[in-house]
């Protein structure tokens, strides 16, 4: 009987001791962001305001093609005109590479980046490899967090943000 019991409890243990030492996610909805100021690709000041409904962010160069792809061709104010911003964590990225590359090939891109240098905004962010975020919000408060792996759902998104 009492193998029994020690077995049982070992199986229960195994089961459940992962799930009290698993992380919470750090952003969930009905979380609220704080307001930002930060540069984008041009050392120019933006912010993450109330008036912004869809912050899509990457942390990989994947993930980063998604977004080239999908809004490349559109003017440069198409995601503020759609309350959307697009911010990227470089802060992996060696400082050599990213001042002489990186950086260089995204001004070329119409649309405004914002640049996490060092991981301080966005090291509570969830992402997924060669997925782009899609946080939902409403006056800086989380209503949704999705994962886009399409140009076309990344457009989407941005629609939905700018019918809102």
């Given at each position: 009987?009492n193998?029994?019991?020690?077995f049982?409890?070992?199986?229960?243990?195994?089961?459940?001791?992962p799930?009290?030492?698993?992380e919470?996610p750090?952003l969930?909805?009905?979380?609220?962001l704080?307001?930002?100021?930060?540069n984008?690709?041009?050392?120019?000041?933006v912010?993450l305001?109330?008036?912004?409904r869809?912050?899509?962010f990457s942390?990989d160069?994947?993930a980063?093609k998604?977004v080239?792809?999908?809004?490349?061709?559109r003017?440069g104010?198409?995601?503020?005109?759609?309350?959307?911003?697009y911010m990227?964590?470089?802060s992996g990225?060696?400082?050599?590479v990213?001042?002489?590359?990186a950086?260089?090939?995204?001004?070329?891109?119409p649309?405004?980046?914002f640049l996490?240098?060092?991981?301080?905004l966005t090291?509570?962010?969830?992402?997924?490899?060669?997925?782009v975020?899609l946080?939902?919000?409403d006056?800086?408060?989380?209503?949704?967090i999705?994962?886009?792996?399409?140009?076309d759902?990344?457009?989407?998104?941005?629609?939905?943000?700018?019918?809102q």
């Amino acid at each position: 009987m009492n193998q029994r019991l020690i077995f049982a409890v070992t199986i229960l243990l195994q089961l459940l001791l992962p799930l009290a030492f698993a992380e919470k996610p750090a952003l969930d909805p009905g979380d609220e962001l704080a307001a930002f100021a930060i540069n984008d690709q041009h050392g120019q000041p933006v912010e993450l305001d109330e008036d912004v409904r869809l912050l899509m962010f990457s942390r990989d160069m994947g993930a980063n093609k998604l977004v080239k792809k999908a809004f490349l061709e559109r003017p440069g104010d198409y995601l503020p005109q759609h309350h959307a911003v697009y911010m990227i964590d470089v802060s992996g990225m060696p400082t050599f590479v990213t001042k002489t590359f990186a950086i260089p090939k995204m001004q070329k891109y119409p649309y405004r980046i914002f640049l996490d240098r060092d991981a301080s905004l966005t090291a509570g962010l969830p992402s997924r490899k060669k997925r782009v975020t899609l946080v939902r919000l409403d006056r800086l408060k989380v209503t949704g967090i999705d994962y886009a792996d399409t140009a076309d759902e990344l457009t989407r998104a941005v629609e939905a943000a700018a019918a809102q």
